[in-house]
């Protein structure tokens, strides 16, 4: 017998081949008529599959009273009420690990392509605009002053990264840690001081808008916003608002509020460098994840210790 599993989350193929060699799969995310996929399949459910970025709201989850395991498609987890599913013995898995050096990149080349201007400069080049003189100078990373929001894997590996292009570093955290860089017990100060704001910290209700107008104001028109962590944790209209009055130099991004709806407004942005969610967009980065869901899966139906459990 398979074991019947509830897909929150288009999957790439790479995932939802094996998940269908070993197990029913039922294609909530898809589904029609969800009610009525629920009513068919919801008791014999036992487990779910997810991306980082979708939600599995208690509601759902009441509504299938054999669930055992959430494995998540991504690091993170802040769409998984986490403390009900403790309640109610049902274990959590993400993909810790695989993907930090690729996000850790996506950080350091946000942070490239806005000090240096890479993206109008290359845009400059394709509208033959430099024919008609050279392309407006920008700002040097060297002797910067990098600080990083949320010092777990990928903080860290960010600021090694920076580290190497000869940036300063300095962190901001719930505690100190046993590190050589700078620590601000105030984000506010660590704003203040810094030239990029790099946000790293996971997302979910204790970080939501923990980026709000004030640590903008704080970050001033020296300062560089970026997030690579989700979209949450930013208030997207007061960086709006302070990228369209120049209350900061620029920021860019890979998470957004509402994805993959991005406001106008911030599109409209000269100053801003998005990009569509890519941090951990690589095909040996996503085919390691895809093999921890799997073997997450395998290991708890088969009775064995979970490889990446969140609890």
């Known amino acids: 017998m398979k074991n019947e599993l509830l897909i929150l989350a288009p999957l790439p193929d790479f995932l939802m081949n094996p998940l269908l060699a070993a197990n029913t799969c039922h294609d909530y995310f898809h589904a029609s008529n969800k009610a009525a996929l629920l009513a068919q399949v919801g008791a014999k459910v036992r487990g779910i599959v997810m991306a980082?970025?979708?939600?599995?709201?208690?509601?759902?989850?009441?509504?299938?009273?054999?669930?055992?395991?959430?494995?998540?498609?991504g690091v993170g987890y802040d769409g998984v009420p986490v403390d009900w599913c403790k309640a109610h013995n049902?274990?959590?898995?993400?993909?810790?690990?695989?993907?930090?050096?690729?996000?850790?990149d996506t950080a350091s080349a946000l942070v490239l392509m806005t000090s240096r201007r890479l993206i109008a400069a290359n845009r400059f080049l394709h509208e033959g605009a430099w024919l008609q003189g050279?392309?407006?100078?920008?700002?040097?990373?060297?002797?910067?002053?990098?600080?990083?929001?949320?010092?777990?894997?990928i903080g860290k590996a960010i600021a090694l990264r920076l580290?190497?292009?000869g940036m300063r570093v300095a962190y901001h955290g719930r505690t100190k840690q046993a590190v050589n860089w700078k620590y601000?017990?105030?984000?506010?100060?660590?704003?203040?001081?810094?030239?990029?704001?790099?946000?790293?910290?996971p997302g979910g209700a204790a970080t939501k808008h923990l980026i709000n107008?004030?640590?903008?104001?704080?970050?001033?028109?020296?300062?560089t916003l970026i997030n690579i962590a989700r979209g949450s944790v930013v208030d997207e209209g007061a960086l709006i608002a302070a990228l369209q009055n120049g209350t900061i130099r620029g920021a860019g991004l890979d998470v957004f509020a509402?994805?993959?709806?991005?406001?106008?407004?911030?599109?409209?942005?000269?100053?801003?460098?998005?990009?569509?969610?890519?941090?951990?967009?690589?095909?040996?980065?996503?085919?390691?994840?895809?093999?921890?869901?799997?073997?997450?899966?395998?290991?708890?139906?088969?009775?064995?210790?979970?490889?990446?459990?969140?609890?």
Do not use: W, Y
Request: hydrophobic residues 50%.
């Open 52 to 73: 980082g970025g979708s939600v599995a709201p208690v509601a759902l989850l009441e509504q299938l009273p054999k669930l055992e395991i959430i494995s998540v498609f």
């Open 90 to 104: 049902i274990h959590v898995t993400n993909t810790p690990d695989v993907l930090t050096e690729d996000v850790a």
């Open 134 to 153: 050279a392309f407006p100078l920008a700002h040097a990373l060297h002797g910067k002053l990098a600080g990083i929001v949320g010092l777990g894997r």
């Open 163 to 165: 580290g190497a292009h």
């Open 184 to 201: 601000f017990e105030s984000l506010i100060e660590l704003a203040k001081a810094v030239d990029f704001l790099v946000v790293a910290c």
């Open 213 to 223: 107008a004030e640590v903008l104001a704080a970050l001033g028109t020296k300062g």
């Open 258 to 311: 509402d994805e993959p709806r991005v406001p106008e407004a911030l599109m409209q942005c000269e100053n801003a460098v998005l990009l569509p969610h890519l941090g951990s967009g690589t095909h040996e980065t996503r085919a390691a994840m895809a093999r921890l869901v799997v073997e997450n899966l395998a290991a708890h139906f088969s009775g064995a210790a979970l490889l990446t459990p969140v609890c």
